[in-house]
């Protein structure tokens, strides 16, 4: 969370020319309420949702080029993660806790794990560093980041 997913896919696909998915807003589209509410019943009912909605999104894809911005703990589930790495070219948004900090402020209602930044950021850096390419984007724009991205050699080829 923080590490501008949204906004880097967003800033990605307009250099690509490609379509953009925002994974959360699929999931709150696709069951109607809002994060913390899924959340309210318990990480794994939204783990779950969350790998439906990507399963969906990846069996309706129509070969033409789309950029997803998953959601922090997308990767921590093992059906979601396996997919991720199968049928896309996975690029960690790789951040210091400062640098989230500074982005997101120190509280923030909307995202539930919030809370656990601090832990989440630790125990998911193992999970994370399974994407193909890495991209550190401490200092960096939205739009400078998704310019890196797009220069990594053989990200878009088959």
């Known amino acids: 969370m923080g590490c501008g997913k949204s906004s880097t896919g967003r800033e990605l696909a307009r250099i690509l020319g490609a379509g953009f998915v925002d ?3 699929l999931v709150v589209r696709r069951e ?12 794994a009912a939204f783990r779950k949702a969350e790998a439906e909605a990507l399963s ?11 950029v997803i ?6 990767l921590t589930s093992e059906p979601a993660c396996g997919m991720v790495l199968e049928h896309t070219r996975c690029v960690w948004l790789r ?10 402020g120190e509280s923030d209602g909307s995202r539930p794990l919030f809370k ?3 832990r989440l950021f630790r125990e998911r850096e193992a999970v994370y560093s399974r994407a193909v390419f890495a991209v550190d984007t401490d ?11 797009a220069g990594i050699p053989g990200l878009l080829e088959d």
Do not use: H, N
Not at 95 to 104: P, V
């Open 95 to 104: 951040a210091r806790m400062e640098s989230i900090r500074r982005r997101i």
């Open 23 to 25: 994974l959360d807003e």
């Open 139 to 149: 200092g960096l724009t939205p739009r400078e980041a998704a310019c890196r991205i």
């Open 69 to 74: 911005a998953l959601g922090g703990g997308t």
């Open 116 to 118: 656990d930044a601090d």
């Open 32 to 43: 109607g309420r809002s994060i913390p509410e899924i959340f309210a019943g318990g990480e």
């Open 56 to 66: 969906s999104l990846l069996r309706d894809l129509d070969g033409s080029p789309l």
